[in-house]
């Protein structure tokens, strides 16, 4: 089961962190993924992290502004966002993947079993 939290209205230039935090005993091993979705849009790739942490890859709208990066010890993957843009704004959801998947595999939808609510982020202009 995950839990996503830490969204919320910024303005532009801003920052949040988004928070997912995930119950079960093997949940550290899993590989995990941000996705968002924008009114009238389709679900997109956000940023993945592999389960060990050391292996990380973003979507180019956020790169350079978002990180990925998780706790095994608490079991809950960030999502560090800075200078936010008006176009940010969408429900972010945390994904979960059980499989030893290649980073870039990591980047699309159907490659995560287990999703999060989703959080919402409101960024101002």
């Known amino acids: 089961q995950l839990q996503a939290s830490g969204g919320g209205l910024v303005q532009t230039g801003g920052s949040l962190r988004l928070s997912c935090a995930a119950s079960g005993r093997t949940s550290s091993t899993y590989n995990m993924g941000w996705f968002r979705q924008a009114p009238g849009k389709e679900r997109e790739f956000v940023a993945a992290i592999k389960w060990s942490g050391t292996c990380t890859y973003y979507a180019d709208s956020v790169k350079g502004r978002f990180t990925i990066s998780r706790d095994n010890a608490l079991n809950t993957v960030y999502l560090q966002m800075n200078n936010l843009k008006p176009e940010d704004t969408a429900v972010y959801y945390c994904?979960?993947?059980?499989?030893?998947?290649?980073?870039?595999?990591?980047?699309?939808?159907?490659?995560?079993?287990?999703w999060g609510q989703g959080t919402l982020v409101t960024v101002s202009s």
């Open positions: 994904a979960a993947s059980s499989r030893l998947w290649n980073i870039v595999v990591l980047a699309t939808a159907p490659a995560y079993e287990y």
